[in-house]
């Protein structure tokens, strides 16, 4: 017994109602049909070509423009990272920084990791940031 379901033609690419997987009701041409449920391919190409329909330059254009923030948001919070590795360690190298410059005090020690942890935590973020786009 057939039955009629939903067939392919990539001649025609068209979907359409068959019991005939040889040749096309639509265009005739034999070899094209293909059960749609059950190649992947015919499916990504239907799915390919719905996305094409509705102003393609416009959404890619978005798209590379948002990839384009996202890259200087991470450089932005990579570079703030750096600072505040650099401020926890300049304030407790760099004498002038220091509650008495002569000596390293344990409240200097303090801000120095305080602004270190900060800028670990923030580079952090980027790497993991990073990782999840890749
Ligand atoms: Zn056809």
Do not use: W
Request: with cysteine.
């Amino acid at each position: 017994m057939r039955e009629f379901r939903p067939v392919y033609c990539k001649y025609c690419r068209q979907t359409l109602l068959s019991d005939n997987l040889e040749k096309c009701s639509g265009c005739g041409k034999v070899g094209g049909v293909m059960d749609p449920t059950a190649e992947p391919a015919v499916l990504a190409d239907l799915v390919a070509r719905k996305q094409a329909e509705p102003e393609p330059a416009t959404e890619t254009m978005g798209r590379g423009f948002g990839g384009a923030l996202h890259f200087f948001g991470l450089l932005r919070l990579t570079l703030t990272g750096l600072v505040c590795l650099g401020l926890g360690l300049a304030v407790v190298l760099i004498p002038d920084l220091r509650d008495n410059p002569r000596t390293i005090s344990g409240s200097d020690v303090a801000r120095g990791i305080g602004a270190s942890v900060v800028g670990f935590v923030v580079m952090g973020l980027v790497f993991f940031s990073t990782k999840r786009h890749q």
